[in-house]
């Protein structure tokens, strides 16, 4: 689905990703994990186009680098940023149907609006009113689900986690699984291990602006050093 070999990006003259590979498989949740600094959001923007790449970002056989980012978006791949971008003037259904494609309808794709309202009620109760009223949670659950409206075939989630409270953690967990259920491939930005290794099939560790490690969760438990000298504080 997606392969990455040999990127590199750069803000300024700093080189952030210094040759990182990886590959993502179809329907396949694939978590990216390290300390906060070490290029992991770099690396979505990078495939994305946010950021300029040097080296190969394959998707579905196809060279992404030097694409816009509406254009790679346009090809099935979808990105939830790190700061949960949501229209605070529109309302909650107007930004979910904002996530279709030129052309689509809802419905047409794996998901629609209706599934997004099953899956949180919260935001079916707060369809029509503005966007910058709801919570820090509900706007993490507004953002994923409306990428997910646009029917992408790989999503890029960057810390869904980040400040939310535990049961809207749990939530987040259980909407991956059910994204990967449906055939969506996901590669996973988070630096809480425990729903990571609970819903990886595979992580990959990065320091320094490149993969130190790669392997099942369970591999990851069985590396101690691993854990030690790149993901803990």
Not at 96 to 104: I, N, R, S, V, Y
Not at 123 to 149: I, P
Request: proline share 4%.
């Amino acid at each position: 689905m997606l392969k990455v070999r040999d990127l590199n990006a750069w803000y300024g003259k700093s080189h952030i990703l210094q040759g990182v590979n990886f590959e993502v498989g179809e329907g396949e949740i694939v978590s990216l994990l390290g300390r906060n600094g070490v290029g992991r959001s770099t690396t979505c923007k990078a495939i994305i186009g946010e950021v300029e790449p040097a080296g190969e970002v394959e998707f579905q056989g196809r060279n992404l680098v030097g694409m816009k980012p509406y254009e790679i978006a346009q090809l099935g791949i979808g990105y939830v940023p790190e700061n949960r971008d949501i229209f605070p003037g529109l309302t909650t259904r107007q930004n979910l149907l904002l996530g279709l494609k030129p052309g689509q309808k809802d419905g047409e794709g794996r998901w629609s609006m209706q599934d997004m309202f099953d899956m949180f009620s919260n935001l079916q109760e707060r369809a029509d009113v503005d966007a910058a009223v709801l919570s820090g949670g509900e706007k993490q659950m507004l953002t994923m689900c409306r990428t997910l409206m646009g029917d992408p075939q790989i999503i890029m989630i960057d810390e869904p986690t980040e400040g939310l409270a535990p049961k809207i953690v749990q939530q987040v967990g259980e909407l991956l699984e059910q994204i990967a259920e449906r055939g969506v491939s996901i590669l996973l930005v988070e630096q809480k291990l425990t729903i990571a290794m609970k819903v990886s099939s595979r992580v990959y560790v990065m320091g320094h602006g490149r993969i130190v490690f790669q392997g099942a969760p369970a591999d990851l438990d069985d590396n101690p050093d691993i854990k030690r000298e790149w993901l803990e504080v």
